[in-house]
């Protein structure tokens, strides 16, 4: 089975700074699907980007970009010009492209991002 | 947008009890989900559903857990005899999925589930 690593479980960022989040996960396969996904107190469940593995470029969403790095099973996110919205629980997670898989999402125990005025 | 849509958002019931999550998948969407998220944990994978059947589950779902599409447009999650560690929130998700360019999962805002 894959698991999904997030070895950040908090990070703080001053308002308007950038940060990383970091995610590693482990996979034999070579086709799949990898989300971050945004949950704030209300504990919504909201996507904020996701990449597909077989797509070299890196996905970027305005304030939200990601290094994806598939031979390093990386998938880190950097969120530039940090806003007091963006303090939220923030979760990786992976989805394999099979059919067999049933399409479920395998999640990291997240990192909770406080954005400091 | 399309949502997916989950009631109750807050539930309370005794311990030993039957409780029913309700959700309203996106129309178009043909695959089905139950997640559970334990106050202050990851989340979890219950089950998938599509075609009308369970196509993956986890081994959280054990027998205490079923799943249904009762009308085809209802999706519940039947939690029988529940125990104190059942408390979480809940949440139903909906994906269409075959093509490459429509991978989107959707979530819905969840159940708290709360047993005493």
């Known amino acids: 089975a894959q698991t999904v690593t997030q070895s950040q479980p908090e990070m703080s960022v001053q308002e308007a700074e950038t940060v990383t989040l970091s995610c590693t996960y482990d996979t034999s396969e070579s086709d799949y699907y990898l989300f971050w996904y945004k949950q704030p107190p209300s504990r919504q469940m909201i996507l904020v980007i996701r990449?597909?593995?077989?797509?070299?470029q890196n996905a970027t969403e305005n304030r939200f970009s990601v290094n994806f790095q598939k031979a390093a099973k990386s998938f880190s996110l950097k969120i530039s010009d940090s806003q007091l919205g963006d303090a939220a629980m923030y979760f990786c997670?992976?989805?394999?492209?099979?059919?067999?898989?049933?399409?479920?999402?395998?999640f990291g125990k997240g990192t909770s991002l406080l954005v400091t005025p | 947008e399309p949502e997916v849509t989950q009631t109750p958002s807050h539930q309370v019931t005794q311990m030993g009890q039957e409780v029913i999550l309700r959700c309203v998948p996106i129309s178009n969407h043909l695959y089905f989900y139950w997640y559970r998220q334990i106050l202050g944990q990851k989340v979890e994978f219950l089950v998938s559903?599509?075609?009308?059947?369970?196509?993956?589950k986890s081994e959280i779902f054990d027998d205490q857990f079923s799943v249904e599409r009762p009308d085809g447009s209802n999706f519940t999650l039947k939690i029988r005899s529940t125990k104190l560690e059942d408390s979480a929130m809940y949440f139903c998700?909906?994906?269409?999925?075959?093509?490459?360019?429509?991978?989107?999962?959707?979530f819905g805002s969840g159940t708290r589930l709360t047993v005493v």
């Open positions: 997670a992976y989805r394999s492209a099979g059919s067999n898989s049933g399409y479920a999402l395998n």
């Open positions: 990449q597909e593995a077989y797509k070299q």
């Open positions: 998700a909906s994906s269409s999925v075959g093509s490459r360019s429509n991978y989107g999962y959707t």
């Open positions: 559903f599509y075609n009308n059947e369970i196509s993956e």
